[in-house]
């Protein structure tokens, strides 16, 4: 069996499972839904995964410890894990095979030969790890938006599956939205159609993961390389070569991504994967020091550069409000991968990829976003935390959500707090009844509370003309039916009240109440409204208020940040 | 040399198959890892947990002070004021017939006083207690046990007492079917409430050994009968011939108390309007035993070391004196 | 090339090659131990929140209590003449500080306003104080607030900064690394709160030097409510609370001393007046090691009982000191 079959066979295999394992991230437990399959599996292989953020937080996060295997690996057997595991990497082969078909031999040498400025990706994993690197200065997690890992499951699960969805309703059962996914699926396709323009474009030129592993990769013991000096110089080793590796003379083992292509393709059986150098010659990372150090260093001024937006201090914006469980803002900012888990599992999709409103840095993070979704936050629901890779949402327990059991002295997690905007509210400015907002609220005892008021309705001050039973005749012309919704009552001169039944254009009827024996002069036709208010002790944030808030364009009710339970600084009440 | 060799080709097929074993050994283990699944950590129980030959039906319920009216409306001040700590509810329905189910609550009493309380308190008149949950049968092995599991069946409901906790269980009709499923249930849980030693309450061991009515106790917290001086008051049917009267005491710090407890009970007894009447019985008379009409039913009250005791609500008045006597020679034991 | 020379190339390469990777895979599983963090974070706020170390509080400054040397109350126009009796009243400045000691001194800077506005602590009684201090050989005296407006401001315009160095004292301004989060025992307010506490590190003793103003929330803001000025973060939400967060700021800090100064007080619209004719010439200087006590005399020049402000009881019953002010048996003269 040939070597490079097996590994197509392995390419296949980890592609689908990670289709599989994005098809699988929804709340259920049908065997295609979550239960317990390893959805995060192939983001905590990823070592660039474990690496960024033990530079961030100075700790190795448990369950990432599988990259540790792929690390050894890596180190004995060089950068398998591009040729051979990563879903990414399967896609831009396969996209570049196409784009490659037809063409002439000497093309595709031409495509495939190594180019000096495959460097840059190795400046690229330099600068986000300097990012990260300086907590004190403001460290930052943004390797996400380029490891391969990360930005394929994000354009998987928030714009592929979705578009697929919206025909077949196959995984979800309502259609998704991801605010923002265009520009999640602009990149993706971009990395995806360079293929066309050399093929790996993206392994070659952009990867810092592959960058990392080709670095370590420098003491393999086995690699690729020419067993004899004897060579007709031919190149159809580079014909099909992956990683633009120059097997056919100095080879850059640090590009090489174990395709063995070149392998198969030598007909003079020249190339081996062996234990000594290629005897053309090989060469480990070509990158320039002053690169390097430039590059590091400008990440590290980068993170802080970011940070005086103020986004992180007082110039939070309102609108970042994290799912429950979220470390406050700095800590969160030094985990967080966007790799989209949170936001495809959530099963009210009420969390979303961010823009720019938590700043540059928090591009794609998750927010909440009360007008999209079935409903907002739901009060038994944990399944971001438990998702999440990095734990930049803690795998909390429904206990810890709603402040039970040996939460009951910490109380639930606050994700905001909801705020009733009363020039928009129906009771509050139109003098309409609502109350949708109070009747919603999942808070036991209820977080929304209401105040009752009468009010005269608008040029509501008619005088009676006469009482017939319980019908009252008025002198003025009143819209007919208008005031018969049980919301409407009779207020009389000596300060009694009845409740208005029906009503003609010039006439009212009572239900409800005694109409006063002397009943003379004006009367006022006053709606009874219950007012909304929200007891800032008992509101959790969760926003379900907001979406049913019947004011569908700018809510009545909104959730902002203040009071949520991750950060001190954010605090409403004592 | 040829490098290409066919040991060369052999180790590639090899090495080849070897990695497919590895993936497909990946394959499988992934698969084992998925079906092993608790969906609680999503924050979503499992939509089903059988129980028996029930099925859990909707989602478990869990109420504090704060909202436990909402689940038992007014009886709610009963069970705050005997320390409830929170309420867990589920509804299940017969694997066979999913028409006949119930609903169980386990309050949290935070002790096993409180549960028993709550529970001699509820007890339904028609109830029939059950067998096989360690409940004493006799006030003689109830000193040395004590008492700590209690349940009885009455009509379509189950209540136990266990340990720290209170229980009901109520059926959807009265069905002999589902009262022997539910049945079952109440001994699962009498293994899983197992109580222990400090739940016993050994005072349900003081009433007279012959002629108490087992299982007719009731323990009351605070406020018995009315007044609110006499609290953690147990009290017990008594066969005292042919009539039954209710009998009662309560264990205070010291004699003293005891007396000054009696005393004041005597006192509420008659800013009620409460009739002194003379007491017939010698013994009585020594222990300073004071006898009432209270409306044509007789109250007894009396101290003896650090009891007070009595009788409720005795429609005989020999039978009622009888009956205190017994309950004094008992408690001058207990008092030794 | 030659062959052997090709083969022993091989075996040393694979020998260099295998040494290098096994040090790498060692380094590798090293690190990835040592950092090794199973759990990840946990739910507590100071691992998530604040990046400074949590304090457990602030030192004791106060110095041994002298019955019958607790409270002086001197009137006068002159603010130097007054605190200086007021001191002397006391045991004199020696009581207060010994040669060495790193004094700070804490005014109420709040405010961008002139001293003439009363707002803030008027420059005067800072010279007299640090006078004072250095006259027994303090090695250093600290003048330092955490102001409300920007501080550079408040420390030129209330004339604080002009006087405490030209008296010798060193101004510190407020910074963001000076703050760290402390929770008070037994309080309630007060927890994972940032407080301006790297000031006070070094210190030995600290006085608290407050005008007397009227405040809208609190009634008076006098010694006790100048310590809010520790408070860091966004403070103004204590407002919500403002008598229990006063009580908690005065368990918290034990001065060595504190100084009143009622000779303008200001009447209405504190706590920042803005016109000359909210003050009122009082000429009083208070000094005391009982800061509820200074509070409570203090309320009677604004027009009010000790009974007016909650927060006096509430610190007294905390044990904090004496509201009944006269029991102290204070100690009164006046200069001219």
Same mark, same amino acid.
């Given at each position: 069996?040939?070597?490079?079959?097996?590994?197509?066979?392995?390419?296949?295999?980890?592609?689908?499972?990670?289709?599989?394992?994005?098809?699988?991230?929804?709340?259920?437990?049908?065997?295609?839904?979550?239960?317990?399959?390893?959805?995060?599996?192939?983001?905590?292989?990823?070592?660039?995964?474990?690496?960024?953020?033990?530079?961030?937080?100075?700790?190795?996060?448990?369950?990432?410890?599988?990259?540790?295997?792929?690390?050894?690996?890596?180190?004995?057997?060089?950068?398998?894990?591009?040729?051979?595991?990563?879903?990414?990497?399967?896609?831009?082969?396969?996209?570049?095979?196409?784009?490659?078909?037809?063409?002439?031999?000497?093309?595709?040498?031409?495509?495939?030969?190594?180019?000096?400025?495959?460097?840059?990706?190795?400046?690229?994993? @330099?600068?986000?790890?300097?990012?990260?690197?300086?907590?004190?200065?403001?460290?930052?997690?943004?390797?996400?938006?380029?490891?391969?890992?990360?930005?394929?499951?994000?354009?998987?699960?928030?714009?592929?599956?979705?578009?697929?969805?919206?025909?077949?309703?196959?995984?979800?059962?309502?259609?998704?939205?991801?605010?923002?996914?265009?520009?999640?699926?602009?990149?993706?396709?971009?990395?995806?159609?360079?293929?066309?323009?050399?093929?790996?474009?993206?392994?070659?030129?952009?990867?810092?993961?592959?960058?990392?592993?080709?670095?370590?990769?420098?003491?393999?013991?086995?690699?690729?390389?020419?067993?004899?000096?004897?060579?007709?110089?031919?190149?159809?080793?580079?014909?099909?070569?992956?990683?633009?590796?120059?097997?056919?003379?100095?080879?850059?083992?640090?590009?090489?991504?174990?395709?063995?292509?070149?392998?198969?393709?030598?007909?003079?059986?020249?190339?081996?994967?062996?234990?000594?150098?290629?005897?053309?010659?090989?060469?480990?990372?070509?990158?320039?020091?002053?690169?390097?150090?430039?590059?590091?260093?400008?990440?590290?001024?980068?993170?802080?550069?970011?940070?005086?937006?103020?986004?992180?201090?007082?110039?939070?914006?309102?609108?970042?409000?994290?799912?429950?469980?979220?470390?406050?803002?700095?800590?969160?900012?030094?985990?967080?991968?966007?790799?989209?888990?949170?936001?495809?599992?959530?099963?009210?999709?009420?969390?979303?990829?961010?823009?720019?409103?938590?700043?540059?840095?928090?591009?794609?993070?998750?927010?909440?976003?009360?007008?999209?979704?079935?409903?907002?936050?739901?009060?038994?629901?944990?399944?971001?935390?438990? @998702?999440?890779?990095?734990?930049?949402?803690?795998?909390?327990?429904?206990?810890?959500?709603?402040?039970?059991?040996?939460?009951?002295?910490?109380?639930?997690?606050?994700?905001?707090?909801?705020?009733?905007?009363?020039?928009?509210?129906?009771?509050?400015?139109?003098?309409?009844?609502?109350?949708?907002?109070?009747?919603?609220?999942?808070?036991?005892?209820?977080?929304?509370?209401?105040?009752? @008021?009468?009010?005269?309705?608008?040029?509501?001050?008619?005088?009676?003309?006469?009482?017939?039973?319980?019908?009252?005749?008025?002198?003025?012309?009143?819209?007919?039916?208008?005031?018969?919704?049980?919301?409407?009552?009779?207020?009389?001169?000596?300060?009694?009240?009845?409740?208005?039944?029906?009503?003609?254009?010039?006439?009212?009827?009572?239900?409800?109440?005694?109409?006063?024996?002397?009943?003379?002069?004006?009367?006022?036709?006053?709606?009874?409204?219950?007012?909304?208010?929200?007891?800032?002790?008992?509101?959790?944030?969760?926003?379900?208020?907001?979406?049913?808030?019947?004011?569908?364009?700018?809510?009545?009710?909104?959730?902002?940040?203040?009071?949520?339970?991750?950060?001190?600084?954010?605090?409403?009440?004592? | 040399?040829?490098?290409?060799?066919?040991?060369?080709?052999?180790?590639?097929?090899?090495?080849?198959?070897?990695?497919?074993?590895?993936?497909?050994?990946?394959?499988?283990?992934?698969?084992?890892?998925?079906?092993?699944?608790?969906?609680?950590?999503?924050?979503?129980?499992?939509?089903?947990?059988?129980?028996?030959?029930?099925?859990?039906?909707?989602?478990?319920?869990?109420?504090?002070?704060?909202?436990?009216?909402?689940?038992?409306?007014?009886?709610?001040?009963?069970?705050?004021?005997?320390?409830?700590?929170?309420?867990?509810?589920?509804?299940?329905?017969?694997?066979?017939?999913?028409?006949?189910?119930?609903?169980?609550?386990?309050?949290?009493?935070?002790?096993?006083?409180?549960?028993?309380?709550?529970?001699?308190?509820?007890?339904?008149?028609?109830?029939?207690?059950?067998?096989?949950?360690?409940?004493?049968?006799?006030?003689?092995?109830?000193?040395?046990?004590?008492?700590?599991?209690?349940?009885?069946?009455?009509?379509?409901?189950?209540?136990?007492?266990?340990?720290?906790?209170?229980?009901?269980?109520?059926?959807?009709?009265?069905?002999?079917?589902?009262?022997?499923?539910?049945?079952?249930?109440?001994?699962?849980?009498?293994?899983?409430?197992?109580?222990?030693?400090?739940?016993?309450?050994?005072?349900?061991?003081?009433?007279?050994?012959?002629?108490?009515?087992?299982?007719?106790?009731?323990?009351?917290?605070?406020?018995?009968?009315?007044?609110?001086?006499?609290?953690?008051?147990?009290?017990?049917?008594?066969?005292?011939?042919?009539?039954?009267?209710?009998?009662?005491?309560?264990?205070?710090?010291?004699?003293?108390?005891?007396?000054?407890?009696?005393?004041?009970?005597?006192?509420?007894?008659?800013?009620?309007?409460?009739?002194?009447?003379?007491?017939?019985?010698?013994?009585?008379?020594?222990?300073?035993?004071?006898?009432?009409?209270?409306?044509?039913?007789?109250?007894?009250?009396?101290?003896?070391?650090?009891?007070?005791?009595?009788?409720?609500?005795?429609?005989?008045?020999?039978?009622?004196?009888?009956?205190?006597?017994?309950?004094?020679?008992?408690?001058?034991?207990?008092?030794? | 090339?030659?062959?052997?020379?090709?083969?022993?190339?091989?075996?040393?390469?694979?020998?260099?090659?295998?040494?290098?990777?096994?040090?790498?895979?060692?380094?590798?599983?090293?690190?990835?131990?040592?950092?090794?963090?199973?759990?990840?974070?946990?739910?507590?706020?100071?691992?998530?929140?604040?990046?400074?170390?949590?304090?457990?509080?602030?030192?004791?400054?106060?110095?041994?209590?002298?019955?019958?040397?607790?409270?002086?109350?001197?009137?006068?126009?002159?603010?130097?003449?007054?605190?200086?009796?007021?001191?002397?009243?006391?045991?004199?400045?020696?009581?207060?500080?010994?040669?060495?000691?790193?004094?700070?001194?804490?005014?109420?800077?709040?405010?961008?306003?002139?001293?003439?506005?009363?707002?803030?602590?008027?420059?005067?009684?800072?010279?007299?104080?640090?006078?004072?201090?250095?006259?027994?050989?303090?090695?250093?005296?600290?003048?330092?607030?955490?102001?409300?407006?920007?501080?550079?401001?408040?420390?030129?315009?209330?004339?604080?900064?002009?006087?405490?160095?030209?008296?010798?004292?060193?101004?510190?301004?407020?910074?963001?690394?000076?703050?760290?989060?402390?929770?008070?025992?037994?309080?309630?307010?007060?927890?994972?709160?940032?407080?301006?506490?790297?000031?006070?590190?070094?210190?030995?003793?600290?006085?608290?030097?407050?005008?007397?103003?009227?405040?809208?929330?609190?009634?008076?803001?006098?010694?006790?409510?100048?310590?809010?000025?520790?408070?860091?973060?966004?403070?103004?939400?204590?407002?919500?609370?403002?008598?229990?967060?006063?009580?908690?700021?005065?368990?918290?800090?034990?001065?060595?001393?504190?100084?009143?100064?009622?000779?303008?007080?200001?009447?209405?619209?504190?706590?920042?007046?803005?016109?000359?004719?909210?003050?009122?010439?009082?000429?009083?200087?208070?000094?005391?090691?009982?800061?509820?006590?200074?509070?409570?005399?203090?309320?009677?020049?604004?027009?009010?009982?000790?009974?007016?402000?909650?927060?006096?009881?509430?610190?007294?019953?905390?044990?904090?000191?004496?509201?009944?002010?006269?029991?102290?048996?204070?100690?009164?003269?006046?200069?001219?």
């Amino acid at each position: 069996m040939k070597i490079t079959t097996v590994r197509r066979i392995n390419q296949l295999f980890f592609f689908t499972l990670f289709v599989w394992f994005c098809i699988v991230a929804t709340v259920g437990e049908k065997f295609w839904q979550i239960r317990n399959w390893p959805v995060n599996w192939i983001l905590q292989l990823d070592p660039l995964v474990a690496l960024g953020t033990i530079v961030s937080t100075r700790k190795f996060y448990g369950p990432l410890h599988c990259a540790i295997g792929v690390v050894i690996l890596t180190i004995i057997f060089g950068r398998f894990f591009c040729g051979w595991i990563c879903p990414f990497g399967a896609i831009h082969q396969f996209v570049g095979y196409l784009g490659n078909r037809g063409k002439k031999v000497a093309e595709k040498i031409y495509l495939n030969k190594y180019r000096k400025v495959q460097s840059i990706k190795y400046l690229i994993l @330099v600068f986000f790890l300097g990012m990260a690197a300086f907590p004190s200065l403001a460290g930052t997690l943004q390797t996400g938006l380029l490891d391969p890992i990360p930005l394929v499951t994000r354009s998987f699960q928030l714009v592929l599956l979705p578009i697929f969805d919206r025909g077949t309703y196959l995984t979800s059962v309502n259609a998704r939205y991801y605010e923002f996914g265009w520009l999640i699926f602009a990149v993706f396709a971009t990395a995806v159609l360079l293929n066309l323009v050399i093929p790996r474009f993206y392994c070659r030129f952009i990867c810092p993961l592959g960058a990392f592993l080709g670095i370590i990769s420098r003491f393999s013991i086995w690699r690729i390389g020419k067993t004899r000096s004897a060579c007709i110089n031919c190149k159809m080793c580079e014909k099909a070569c992956e990683g633009g590796c120059e097997p056919s003379g100095n080879i850059k083992i640090a590009e090489c991504v174990l395709c063995f292509n070149c392998r198969d393709d030598c007909k003079h059986d020249l190339i081996t994967y062996q234990t000594v150098p290629s005897l053309a010659g090989e060469t480990q990372v070509d990158v320039s020091r002053r690169g390097v150090v430039l590059s590091f260093v400008s990440g590290v001024l980068a993170a802080p550069a970011i940070r005086l937006s103020g986004k992180v201090a007082s110039n939070w914006y309102t609108g970042v409000v994290r799912p429950p469980g979220a470390l406050a803002e700095p800590e969160f900012l030094k985990r967080c991968l966007k790799c989209g888990q949170c936001m495809r599992v959530c099963p009210t999709n009420v969390i979303q990829p961010a823009g720019l409103e938590g700043g540059l840095e928090g591009l794609w993070t998750p927010i909440l976003n009360n007008r999209i979704g079935s409903s907002g936050c739901q009060l038994n629901c944990v399944a971001c935390g438990q @998702v999440c890779p990095t734990s930049a949402i803690r795998p909390i327990t429904l206990d810890e959500k709603r402040g039970l059991g040996e939460f009951v002295s910490a109380g639930p997690i606050k994700l905001g707090t909801a705020f009733v905007d009363q020039g928009r509210c129906l009771p509050w400015s139109m003098d309409k009844p609502c109350i949708v907002c109070q009747e919603n609220c999942p808070v036991s005892p209820k977080a929304i509370f209401t105040k009752d @008021v009468f009010t005269t309705a608008r040029d509501g001050v008619v005088s009676i003309k006469q009482v017939t039973g319980s019908t009252i005749e008025i002198d003025r012309g009143i819209p007919a039916d208008k005031f018969s919704t049980g919301d409407y009552y009779v207020l009389f001169e000596d300060g009694s009240r009845c409740k208005i039944s029906s009503n003609t254009a010039t006439s009212v009827g009572i239900s409800e109440g005694k109409i006063p024996a002397a009943a003379v002069g004006k009367i006022e036709i006053q709606v009874r409204l219950q007012r909304p208010c929200v007891d800032i002790e008992k509101c959790i944030g969760c926003g379900v208020c907001e979406h049913e808030c019947p004011v569908s364009g700018k809510k009545a009710i909104r959730v902002t940040a203040e009071g949520e339970t991750r950060s001190t600084d954010r605090r409403l009440l004592l | 040399m040829h490098l290409y060799s066919g040991r060369a080709r052999t180790i590639e097929s090899v090495v080849g198959v070897l990695i497919l074993l590895i993936m497909i050994a990946t394959a499988v283990g992934i698969y084992i890892i998925s079906q092993d699944y608790n969906m609680a950590r999503f924050g979503i129980a499992s939509q089903e947990e059988s129980q028996g030959d029930f099925t859990s039906v909707g989602k478990a319920e869990t109420y504090n002070n704060d909202n436990l009216y909402e689940k038992i409306d007014g009886k709610a001040p009963m069970y705050q004021e005997a320390g409830f700590i929170k309420l867990d509810t589920q509804r299940f329905a017969a694997k066979s017939n999913s028409e006949l189910g119930f609903e169980i609550y386990i309050y949290d009493m935070n002790n096993a006083k409180n549960a028993f309380s709550v529970y001699s308190r509820q007890k339904r008149a028609d109830a029939t207690d059950l067998g096989g949950l360690g409940a004493p049968a006799s006030p003689d092995s109830l000193v040395s046990r004590g008492g700590s599991a209690f349940g009885y069946v009455a009509g379509n409901a189950i209540c136990l007492s266990l340990g720290k906790n209170y229980v009901e269980m109520i059926g959807s009709a009265e069905s002999n079917e589902l009262v022997d499923g539910m049945k079952g249930i109440a001994k699962d849980l009498s293994a899983k409430f197992k109580p222990t030693e400090k739940d016993k309450i050994a005072e349900l061991g003081y009433f007279p050994v012959v002629d108490t009515v087992a299982g007719s106790w009731k323990l009351q917290i605070d406020n018995a009968f009315g007044f609110d001086g006499l609290t953690d008051a147990y009290s017990a049917l008594y066969k005292s011939g042919d009539k039954t009267v209710s009998i009662f005491f309560s264990k205070r710090r010291n004699a003293d108390e005891a007396k000054t407890v009696a005393k004041n009970y005597y006192d509420f007894l008659i800013t009620n309007g409460a009739k002194a009447i003379s007491v017939d019985s010698e013994i009585l008379k020594s222990a300073g035993a004071s006898v009432v009409d209270f409306y044509g039913s007789f109250e007894m009250v009396f101290s003896t070391g650090i009891f007070v005791g009595g009788v409720h609500e005795a429609n005989d008045k020999q039978a009622a004196e009888k009956a205190a006597e017994v309950l004094i020679g008992r408690l001058k034991e207990i008092n030794d | 090339m030659t062959e052997p020379n090709w083969r022993n190339i091989a075996r040393r390469q694979l020998l260099i090659r295998g040494a290098k990777a096994a040090a790498s895979i060692a380094a590798t599983v090293g690190v990835a131990r040592w950092l090794y963090d199973p759990k990840g974070p946990g739910a507590k706020k100071e691992e998530a929140g604040f990046s400074g170390t949590f304090a457990k509080g602030l030192p004791d400054f106060s110095v041994p209590r002298k019955d019958g040397q607790v409270l002086s109350i001197v009137k006068g126009e002159d603010r130097a003449k007054t605190v200086n009796k007021a001191i002397e009243l006391l045991g004199g400045i020696e009581r207060f500080i010994s040669p060495g000691d790193v004094v700070v001194i804490k005014p109420n800077v709040g405010f961008a306003t002139p001293p003439i506005l009363g707002a803030t602590t008027h420059p005067d009684v800072i010279t007299a104080v640090v006078k004072l201090c250095y006259a027994k050989k303090a090695n250093r005296v600290i003048v330092t607030d955490n102001s409300i407006n920007d501080p550079a401001s408040c420390f030129t315009i209330s004339g604080i900064s002009k006087a405490a160095s030209a008296a010798g004292a060193q101004v510190v301004m407020p910074k963001d690394s000076y703050f760290s989060p402390l929770t008070l025992e037994g309080g309630s307010l007060i927890k994972d709160w940032p407080v301006y506490c790297a000031p006070f590190a070094k210190a030995n003793k600290l006085i608290g030097i407050a005008p007397l103003k009227n405040h809208h929330r609190s009634a008076g803001s006098m010694t006790m409510k100048n310590w809010y000025g520790l408070l860091g973060g966004r403070r103004n939400v204590f407002h919500q609370d403002i008598n229990n967060i006063i009580a908690e700021l005065a368990m918290l800090v034990k001065p060595t001393l504190v100084i009143l100064d009622g000779t303008v007080t200001m009447m209405t619209n504190g706590p920042t007046g803005g016109s000359v004719s909210d003050l009122k010439k009082t000429n009083t200087m208070i000094a005391s090691c009982d800061m509820v006590a200074a509070d409570a005399f203090g309320s009677t020049l604004l027009n009010l009982k000790p009974a007016d402000l909650p927060y006096l009881s509430i610190a007294e019953k905390a044990g904090v000191g004496t509201v009944d002010y006269e029991s102290l048996k204070p100690l009164r003269a006046e200069v001219t």
